[in-house]
């Protein structure tokens, strides 16, 4: 029998090194005792570091250390048992064994990866920075991860909030990120992050806004935002009200459509935007129902659903108010006289398009005809309100850094109804988790002034624009 050491536990370069050396000494699985992070075993076994080399060094795939790279962050204490037998089948006449997916240790290695992607991506839209007293720009958060993902997830981080001074706790460690550099520590407590504050009462106003009594599905609600995370989110406060007043406020919508016929949306055949589509998390599958959303009755004239565009890890989100004659055609944003508009501000400032995130707050066209036309009508907040969790959604999984929205439906759907875009504009706003966005005018309003004004509209306009300039460098 033998030992092998991997520490820390989630190291891909410490396991590799003991599970090569292994195979060159021709130990069986079933003869090698894993010790994880430091652990000790019961027995004093020889390390596998020092046993005779009587096989050439095996060459291991890329597509099996980057499963184990994820699979190592995993608190299974099996998992580096596991990967060394699926290592040790494919250097014995199975090479093929992780493309066997009926194999019970390949559907292990997928799942154990698959819990800790799951985990990652909660880690990416659970944690919620709160600014440290008497600081300007400088964060701390709190998060209890299932498994051991901050080295994977930090990163992200650091590109996402790279403007900003942050920490997030967890009980194993921290990850710091000064501005410039990435560095990582001892764990912390829960109380060693600031308190909620303003950014985060913001956060719940949004979030009551949002929130949509109608769609409540406890259950969803639970998976998607398991409990445990609650106590650390500042909307989660909010939701024991929210659910317990849910069937008086779907009740009260209900009774105040019967008495507005005019304005009545019919009873929406919704999709639900979460169901089948979250499960896989990824932008791809949200945009993928989104085509099939009837939350509306939007849905029905238009010819396609216009979903965002744009790089997943986009830095800036640019939110529009909805598709117009052009993009309902071409299924994609921004690409009619208003987009051109955007097209030559962003050529003026220097800001690739390519990496932006384009999307809008309602993602249907709503038109009137007149004769061939199709003539653009604003859309109204109930159709924002519709279209929700689809922003949400894109938000959640782009979490840009910055986000611009253009005119006041994009400013509606971000700030709720209490901002004013004449007062407010081209003025940061700090999100919850740090997000900084700001609202300007819409290129479509520019292109709608007199001649006279015109040129002078764009150039403050392009003013506002310039701020992500200021701060993205
Ligand atoms: N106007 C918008 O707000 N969005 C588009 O995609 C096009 C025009």
Request: include cysteine; aromatic fraction near 8%; glycine fraction near 6%.
């Amino acid at each position: 029998m033998w030992s092998a050491a991997v520490d820390p536990a989630w190291s891909v370069d410490a396991f590799r090194e003991a599970a090569r050396a292994a195979l060159r000494a021709g130990i069986a699985p079933e003869d090698l005792e894993w010790l994880a992070g430091g652990q000790r075993g019961l027995l004093a076994l020889p390390d596998v570091l020092d046993a005779p080399v009587l096989h050439a060094s095996p060459r291991v795939l890329r597509s099996f250390l980057d499963i184990a790279e994820t699979v190592l962050c995993h608190r299974d204490p099996q998992r580096h048992a596991l990967l060394y037998r699926l290592l040790w089948r494919i250097a014995h006449g199975e090479p093929h064994v992780l493309a066997t997916p009926t194999d019970a240790d390949t559907r292990r290695v997928m799942q154990l990866a698959q819990e800790v992607r799951r985990d990652a991506h909660k880690m990416k839209a659970f944690v919620r920075f709160r600014e440290v007293p008497g600081e300007r720009d400088n964060f701390i958060a709190w998060f209890e991860p299932s498994h051991h993902i901050l080295h994977r997830v930090a990163p992200f981080f650091a590109r996402r909030f790279a403007g900003m001074r942050w920490a997030i706790l967890t009980p194993e460690g921290s990850a710091l990120w000064d501005g410039e550099a990435l560095s990582f520590g001892p764990g912390g407590a829960p109380d060693d992050a600031p308190a909620f504050d303003a950014g985060e009462n913001l956060w719940r106003t949004y979030y009551a806004h949002i929130f949509n009594p109608a769609r409540l599905n406890p259950r969803m609600m639970r998976q998607e935002m398991p409990q445990r995370y609650w106590k650390h989110l500042p909307e989660a406060h909010l939701l024991p009200s929210l659910i317990q007043g849910a069937a008086v406020r779907v009740r009260e919508m209900a009774e105040r459509e019967h008495a507005a016929p005019k304005r009545r949306i019919p009873a929406p055949t919704v999709v639900p935007p979460t169901d089948d589509t979250r499960r896989d998390e990824s932008l791809a599958s949200l945009r993928q129902a989104a085509q099939a959303c009837r939350a509306c009755p939007l849905w029905q004239p238009a010819t396609q659903t216009v979903f965002g565009e744009g790089p997943e890890d986009a830095r800036v989100l640019v939110l529009g108010e909805q598709p117009g004659d052009r993009e309902d055609l071409s299924g994609r944003p921004f690409v009619g006289p208003a987009g051109k508009l955007l097209d030559r501000a962003l050529a003026e400032l220097g800001i690739d398009r390519s990496q932006l995130y384009l999307t809008n707050a309602v993602k249907h066209f709503r038109f009137e005809r007149r004769g061939k036309q199709r003539l653009h009508r604003n859309p109204e907040a109930s159709h924002v309100q519709a279209c929700r969790s689809w922003l949400a959604g894109e938000i959640e999984r782009v979490r840009p850094q910055m986000i611009v929205c253009l005119g006041g439906t994009a400013a509606l759907a971000v700030f709720g109804a209490g901002f004013r875009l004449t007062a407010q504009r081209g003025t940061w706003q700090t999100l919850h988790d740090g997000t900084r966005a700001f609202a300007t005018v819409h290129p479509a309003w520019i292109l709608r002034q007199p001649a006279d004004r015109q040129a002078g509209a764009y150039e403050a306009w392009l003013d506002d624009l310039r701020l992500l300039l200021a701060t993205a460098g």
